[in-house]
T-cell receptor, first 115, second 112 residues
């Protein structure tokens, strides 16, 4: 089964600064989806951004962007101009296209934003 | 659309009792997932359905856990009998094909 690794249990960033959260994954598949989810203290899981593996262009959503390195199996999330509301747990997720479409999550990174 | 709806939001039950968690996915979505979240184990995929058919239940921890999806708009996760170690937040999520899944607000289960 595919595995997703987030090696940073905790990260902190100063308000208005930029922070990058790391994610690596293990797969033998050539096509798949990758996601970043945000979980604030309310515990709601919020989809932040999505990347299709067949697309070379990195996905962006406003202040959120990814650095997708397919050969390295790396999928990092960059948050620009960090805001206090960005403080949350961030989860990286892998979704298979060919292997029954299941979706697996990393252990998460807790992001603290300092005012 | 109201999003994925889970009920109850909180459940406190005594060890040995039966617990049923409910989920209404987003209309038109063809995948439904059940996850369990704990501090120790993170987000675990328990089971998922495609077009109401269970595809993979290898994440279901024990025979005490069962899940059903009788139609496209409803699913249940049942624990019988419940044990204290089942205490966790249980999430239901739905998606259309292979796209990102949308989560419900979760059910916090406490077994005492």
């Amino acid at each position: 089964a595919q595995t997703v690794t987030q090696s940073q249990p905790e990260m902190s960033v100063q308000e208005a600064e930029t922070v990058t959260l790391s994610c690596t994954y293990d797969t033998s598949e050539s096509d798949y989806y990758l996601f970043w989810y945000k979980q604030p203290p309310s515990r709601q899981m919020i989809l932040v951004i999505r990347q299709e593996a067949y697309k070379q262009q990195n996905a962006t959503e406003n202040r959120f962007s990814v650095n997708f390195q397919k050969a390295a199996k790396s999928f990092s999330l960059k948050i620009s101009d960090s805001q206090l509301g960005d403080a949350a747990m961030y989860f990286c997720a892998y979704r298979s296209i060919y292997n029954n479409n299941d979706m697996r999550f990393g252990a998460g990174t807790r992001l603290t934003v300092k005012p | 659309d109201a999003g994925v709806i889970q009920s109850p939001r909180h459940e406190v039950t005594e060890m040995g009792q039966e617990v049923t968690l409910r989920c209404k996915p987003i209309s038109g979505h063809d995948y439904l997932f059940w996850y369990r979240q704990t501090m120790m184990r993170g987000l675990e995929l328990l089971i998922y359905f495609n077009n109401n058919v269970p595809i993979d239940d290898s994440g279901m921890p024990e025979d005490r856990f069962s899940a059903k999806m009788p139609n496209a708009s409803f699913s249940t996760l049942k624990i019988q009998p419940s044990e204290p170690r089942d205490s966790a937040v249980y999430f239901c999520a739905s998606s259309y094909r292979g796209l990102g899944a949308f989560f419900g607000q979760g059910t916090r289960l406490t077994v005492v």
